[in-house]
């Protein structure tokens, strides 16, 4: 494997390790997101062992120790397993995310004491960057979900939203929403809600440019557009649930939600 880099907005890039063997024939793409300044921001950590990928993806661009921030959607391996990696690597690396991730897991499991984001708080990275802090409780999934919007470019660091399969490029004016749909369908990862819909319209309500997608390419264009579309999408999803009712349990050695055997057994685990 190897983890290839991408400019997607003034500032902003993308790091971007592709699976084949999740989900095959398409594969998987685990993205990072690196946002310059005096103090920089890496939002998603990646997983623990993709740590040296993504380490030596970031020192192409600047040195790892002058990381200032590390952000991430929510409490899961593919978005924060390599977070100690980081704090130990980069002493002056701090964890930035919102109340509920903080108190739950945090707290406890980061090696240094991360700042509590109120919703809508900024941290200033400087040079024209400042991020903004958006809380987005079970969306698309983790009662701790929280995104980030890097205001001067307009890009939403989306975590799981649009999440869809294959290696296309880095950065795309298509569609996202149709891939988004069909990911959702196949991967069913979602914690579809009552609120979810105005949710993601609350985001669609900042009109961001690009849309920094931790599965699949960035987008460039009408960020709101697309947004409101999957808004849509799920409140149909939403209204085809409550209908059917109550759905079966998923039995042990089913799918999980990136395409991964999920053992029945401890021993079966890595």
Do not use: K
């Not at 740590?51 to 192409?60: C, K, N, T």
């Not at 698309?140 to 890097?150: I, K, R, T, V």
């Amino acid at each position: 494997m190897d983890t290839r880099i991408a400019e997607i907005a003034d500032g902003i890039y993308r790091l971007s390790t592709f699976v084949p063997e999740i989900a095959p024939p398409a594969g998987f793409t685990f993205n990072q997101f690196l946002v310059l300044g005096d103090e920089p921001l890496l939002f998603h950590t990646g997983l623990r062992r993709m740590f040296p990928l993504v380490r030596d993806a970031v020192a192409r661009i600047l040195p790892p120790e002058r990381l200032r921030w590390i952000a991430f959607g929510h409490y899961e391996a593919d978005e924060c397993g390599a977070m100690n990696e980081w704090l130990a690597v980069a002493p002056q690396t701090q964890v930035a995310h919102g109340q509920t991730a903080c108190l739950v897991s945090l707290n406890d499991i980061a090696d240094r004491a991360p700042r509590i984001l109120a919703d809508g708080e900024v941290i200033e990275l400087g040079g024209g960057r400042r991020v903004r802090y958006l809380d987005t409780p079970h969306v698309p999934h983790g009662w701790d979900a929280g995104l980030m919007l890097e205001e001067g470019s307009g890009t939403l660091l989306c975590g799981d939203l649009f999440t869809q399969l294959g290696d296309g490029p880095a950065l795309t004016e298509g569609d996202v929403v149709g891939p988004a749909i069909a990911a959702e369908e196949l991967f069913r990862y979602s914690s579809l809600s009552p609120g979810m819909g105005a949710t993601i319209r609350r985001l669609a309500g900042l009109s961001p440019r690009t849309l920094a997608l931790m599965h699949g390419p960035s987008f460039a264009g009408d960020g709101a557009t697309a947004l409101a579309a999957l808004a849509d999408d799920y409140d149909r999803r939403i209204r085809a649930a409550l209908a059917r009712g109550p759905a079966p349990l998923q039995p042990s050695g089913a799918a999980d939600g990136h395409g991964l055997q999920v053992p029945s057994r401890a021993e079966d685990t890595i």
